[in-house]
Nanobody, 122 residues
Framework: QVRLVESGGGLVQAGESLRLSCAASGSIGRINAMGWHRQAPGKQRELVATITSSGSTNYADSVKGRFTISRDNAKNTVYLQMNSLSPEDTAVYYC????????????????WGQGAQVTVSS
């Protein structure tokens, strides 16, 4: 089995920073793209940032210049550094990864973490 476990959420004030981490574990053959999504109360889940296995990144316009996604392939971990947080960033943040399980040659699947609450007070 494959698991994604997030950590680093919490309550901060506007203008402050947080760093989320998400570690993949289990029967992993190869991790392709990894990313972060978020879902605010009453809103649909939205893509925040993605990073490919080679390190190419992509960001939602709303977080460009404030958030940075990175990964440590040796640790099977993806990070989201969030700076200059605003109340509009309040949401549950989910990490996701496209993973090919060990022993397989094709047929990667998307896996999701359980979610980390980020609350930004004004």
């Amino acid at each position: 089995q494959v698991r994604l476990v997030e950590s680093g959420g919490g309550l901060v004030q506007a203008g402050e920073s947080l760093r989320l981490s998400c570690a993949a574990s289990g029967s992993i053959g190869r991790i392709n793209a990894m990313g972060w999504h978020r879902q605010a109360p009453g809103k649909q889940r939205e893509l925040v940032a993605t990073i490919t296995s080679s390190g190419s990144t992509n960001y939602a316009d709303s977080v460009k210049g404030r958030f940075t996604i990175s990964r440590d392939n040796a640790k099977n971990t993806v990070y989201l550094q969030m700076n200059s947080l605003s109340p509009e960033d309040t949401a549950v943040y989910y990490c996701a990864a496209n993973i090919l399980r060990a022993g397989l040659f094709f047929g990667s699947d998307d896996y999701w973490g359980q979610g980390a609450q980020v609350t930004v007070s004004s």
